[in-house]
Every structure is written in structure tokens, then in C-alpha cells.
């Protein structure tokens, strides 16, 4: 896929005339990240503050990320796959955004929707034997996203939702009832083009799916900070928070539809309603805060919970207490178990931190900050 995608990129870019011809066919405007703050699709304040809100939750709370972090056999293992896919994440720029621009130099009046820039693109530039393997990449790519979509939704439902409310539910049970969801959703999937195509005013499927992230992701993100950096949040906080969050984000979502932007002449309820939906989810960021805050300040705490939170890694160690269900074997990994002295069914499991795998791991991120903030200020 990234020797495909960087053909692609490179025989674009051949094509056009390499940089400084891609430079003197497209508008100043396509070589800059930051749009002004009255931009309808992106501006820059968006693009800042906004984006990281949708970050939070797909790449900290996701299940289809999440589940692959929690499949690694050791920390160090997770620590170094999620900085290798941040280094890879890079790689957009070039293989998705740069041959964006040269469809457009090479084919805007072609393109019957940006949608279609990348397709044409492929379908125009690669040989035969190339296009073949190319076409074969992206639909294996397709495949996998959408494969791992579908699994942890399944997995979500079935262990989450339906495992709770049929606890006897016997193994052979529970693998139907996750083939069914997997099926149902998409079937809902399916019928949810029509939606798409109908509400979907900017013509673009990124922003599109971006706008729908930015009007539920909110309250989770919220949920998810709070509960790493503040030992006084709990359960009754995030709950509130969750829901509130999720019905302004659908209500929002809802009005922007229904009512007509040329109908509403107040300027504040015109921002409201149809003001770009990043400057709504860090409004909504902001509101939810508050409500995470009251209301656990107005409830019990629940410092008992806290016992696998960051704060209580950062202050007692790496304990961690299991319960002992079967025979577990200490070669492999670099762990050290200890036998409780009140219960012999309950294991400490201590880790032992490779310091050099640890400062390796800190100046690989700090490496990879510093590329991005050079990309921001070469695309700014």
C-alpha cells in the first residue's frame, strides 16, 4: 500500500510538471493548512482545537484501535505499535492529500465530486500491471477497516449490551448473536447512503463523517481526560455527561438539518445551529467540562475505584491484583508474580519497566512531535 500509494504521488507529480508546476496550475490557497476562522469547511481554529477533540476518541477510545493495543503481549510492545502508527499516520500527507491536488490540476473539470479525485487519479497515471496491484491494495485495505469495524462493533453489542442482559448465554450463543449484529449493521449501513447523500451539504465524505464525529465525540473525549487527570470524577459525572453530550450533539446535528440557515436571523442561534461543527464540538467541550465537574462534585466520590487509573500507576508503582483462574507462565514476558498474603487465589503482578525501552519510546514521540509541528509550519 505505500509503495503504491508513493507511485502514485511520484507519477502525479511527473505529470504535472513535479512541484513547481503543481505550484503555478492550482491557487495559492490548496498549499495552505490554515484557512481563515470564517472558512465553511475548515478553519483554522477547527483545525486546532477541534480536530484533537475527535482524535481523543478514535485514537485513545475507539474500539477498533483500543483492541489492537490491548492484543500486544507486553507494554513496551503497545508503547512502540502506537508511536509506529503515529510515524505512519505522516503518511497521509503524501500518499492521500498531495495526489488530491494533482487530480485536481490534472483533472478538475473532470471530477464530477472531490470524492472522485483520488480514483481518477489511479485509474489515469498507472500502468496496467501497477493498477492491478494498486487496486488490489485498496480494496484489501477497505476490506480490513470495514472487517475490523464490523468486529468490534459486534464485539461491543454482544459482550456489552446483550452478554449483560443474558448472563447464561452459553459461547455458541454469543458467536450468533455477534454474526447477526455484524449483519444487521450492514444492512444499516447500506441504508444510510440515501441519508448521506441527502444531508450531505459540502459534497465531501470526510467532512461529512468528521461533522457526524464532532456532534457525538464530544462528551467521551470529555469522559476520557477527566478521568486521567481527576481522582474526584466518577461514575454518576460521566454517566451525566455522556448523555447530555450525546443529546446536544443529536439535537445540533438535527436542527442544522431541518431548519433552513437563511431562516434564522439571529446571529448567536445562527452560530448555534449552523456554524462549522468543530467550533460547536469545542463549545460543546467546554459545557461538558462543566457539567463533568458539577456533577461529581455534587455526588460520593469513588476513590475505591481508582485503583486502575493513571493516577494510581503514577503514585503506588505497577501493582496490579488479579484473580487467579488458571495457570499462568512468567518466561516470556517480564513480569514478576507474587502470591497475596491474605488470599492465595490473588496475584501481584509487577512489571518490570525496561528504562531503556522507556527513554528509546519517549524520544521516538518526542521526535515525531517535532516532524509535525515542521509540517504545520511548511503547510501553515
Not at 455534587?298 to 476513590?303: C, I, L, Q, R
Not at 514476558?333 to 512489571?351: K, R
Not at 525501552?357 to 503547510?379: D, K
Amino acid at each position: 500500500m505505500l509503495i503504491g500509494g508513493f507511485s502514485v504521488m511520484f507519477i502525479g507529480l511527473s505529470e504535472v510538471g513535479w512541484w513547481n508546476g503543481l505550484k503555478q496550475t492550482l491557487p495559492s490557497s490548496y498549499f495552505h493548512m490554515f484557512r481563515p476562522v470564517t472558512d465553511p469547511e475548515l478553519p483554522w481554529t477547527g483545525l486546532i482545537f477541534g480536530v484533537p477533540i475527535n482524535s481523543i476518541w478514535y485514537w485513545c477510545i475507539d474500539q477498533v484501535i483500543v483492541q489492537r493495543v490491548l492484543a500486544a503481549k507486553s507494554k513496551q510492545h503497545a508503547n512502540y505499535g502506537t508511536i509506529m502508527a503515529g510515524y505512519l499516520k505522516i503518511t497521509p500527507v503524501f500518499l492521500m492529500v498531495v495526489p488530491g491536488m494533482i487530480a485536481k490540476a490534472l483533472y478538475g473539470n473532470e471530477l464530477e465530486s472531490n470524492d472522485y479525485a483520488y480514483p481518477t487519479l489511479v485509474m489515469n497515471i498507472l500502468p496496467h500491471g501497477l493498477l492491478g496491484l494498486m487496486l488490489a491494495a485498496m480494496l484489501s485495505a477497505l476490506m480490513s477497516s470495514l472487517a475490523s469495524v464490523y468486529n468490534s462493533s459486534a464485539t461491543l453489542f454482544t459482550m456489552d449490551i446483550y452478554a449483560k442482559f443474558r448472563p447464561q448465554a452459553s459461547h455458541t450463543e454469543l458467536v450468533v448473536v455477534g454474526k447477526v449484529s455484524s449483519g444487521l449493521l450492514v444492512g444499516t449501513a447500506v441504508l444510510w447512503i440515501p441519508v448521506i447523500q441527502a444531508t450531505n451539504d459540502s459534497e465531501q465524505i470526510f467532512l461529512y463523517v468528521n461533522s457526524i464525529i464532532a456532534h457525538l465525540v464530544p462528551s467521551i473525549a470529555v469522559v476520557f481526560l477527566v478521568g486521567i487527570f481527576w481522582k474526584r470524577g466518577n461514575s454518576a459525572g460521566a454517566m451525566s455527561t455522556l448523555v447530555f453530550g450525546t443529546l446536544t450533539g443529536i439535537a445540533r446535528f438535527s436542527l442544522g438539518i431541518f431548519i433552513p440557515e437563511e431562516s434564522i436571523t439571529n446571529p448567536i442561534l445562527q452560530f448555534l445551529v449552523h456554524g462549522n461543527f468543530m467550533h460547536f464540538a469545542i463549545l460543546d467541550v467546554f459545557l461538558l467540562f462543566g457539567v463533568m465537574v458539577v456533577v461529581s462534585l455534587a455526588t460520593t466520590p469513588e476513590f475505591e475505584k481508582m485503583e486502575w487509573t493513571y493516577w494510581n500507576e503514577l503514585n503506588e508503582g505497577n501493582d496490579v491484583s488479579i484473580s487467579l483462574e488458571g495457570d499462568i507462565e512468567d518466561e516470556e514476558y517480564p513480569i514478576m508474580l507474587e502470591s497475596n498474603e491474605e488470599n492465595d487465589d490473588i496475584l501481584v503482578i509487577n512489571y518490570f519497566n525496561d528504562t531503556r525501552l522507556n527513554r528509546m519510546a519517549i524520544v521516538l514521540s518526542i521526535v515525531l512531535v517535532i516532524i509535525l509541528v515542521g509540517l504545520f509550519i511548511w503547510v501553515g
